[in-house]
Nanobody, 125 residues
Framework: QLQASGGGLVQAGDSLRLSCAAS????????MGWFRQAPGKERECVAA????????YYADSVRGRFTISRDNAKNTVYLQMNSPKPEDTAVYYC????????????????????WGQGTQVTVSS
C-alpha cells in the first residue's frame, strides 16, 4: 500500500514536499516513481529513483526544480518541489513497479503496478 501526502495550495516560487509512505512490502526492493495528471492530460512521470537512491530520472519540465529522494529505513519516497509553476498543478501519485530488484528505471505509467491515492497540488500565480 502506498499513501501519498503533502499536497496543497502553494504560490509560484514557493516550495512543497510530497511524501509517500509504503507498507506491506519490502520497500527497498523496488524502484519508485512520482507521476502527475492534470485535467484532460495523460498521466506523466515526473521523477523516478532506483532502489538505493543513487540513480534518478527527471522529466525535462521539472529537472532542476524537483528532487526525488527516498529513505528506505522509513519506507518513504519524497518529491521536493522547488520553484513550482502554475503548470505544475495536478494530482500527484507515487507508484511502484511490479518488478523487484529491477536494474531499470521506468518512465511510463503502464510499467507501474502499485499506485498511491494521489495528492492534489495547486500552484497559484
Amino acid at each position: 500500500q502506498l499513501q501519498a501526502s503533502g499536497g496543497g495550495l502553494v504560490q509560484a516560487g514557493d516550495s512543497l514536499r510530497l511524501s509517500c509512505a509504503a507498507s506491506g512490502v519490502t520497500f527497498s526492493w523496488y524502484n519508485m516513481g512520482w507521476f502527475r495528471q492534470a485535467p484532460g492530460k495523460e498521466r506523466e512521470c515526473v521523477a523516478a529513483i532506483s532502489r538505493s537512491g543513487d540513480v534518478t530520472y527527471y522529466a525535462d519540465s521539472v529537472r532542476g526544480r524537483f528532487t526525488i529522494s527516498r529513505d528506505n529505513a522509513k519506507n518513504t519516497v519524497y518529491l521536493q518541489m522547488n520553484s513550482p509553476k502554475p503548470e505544475d498543478t495536478a494530482v500527484y501519485y507515487c507508484a511502484a513497479p511490479n518488478v523487484r530488484f529491477s536494474p531499470t528505471l521506468y518512465y511510463t505509467a503502464h510499467d507501474y503496478a502499485f499506485w498511491g491515492q494521489g495528492t492534489q497540488v495547486t500552484v497559484s500565480s
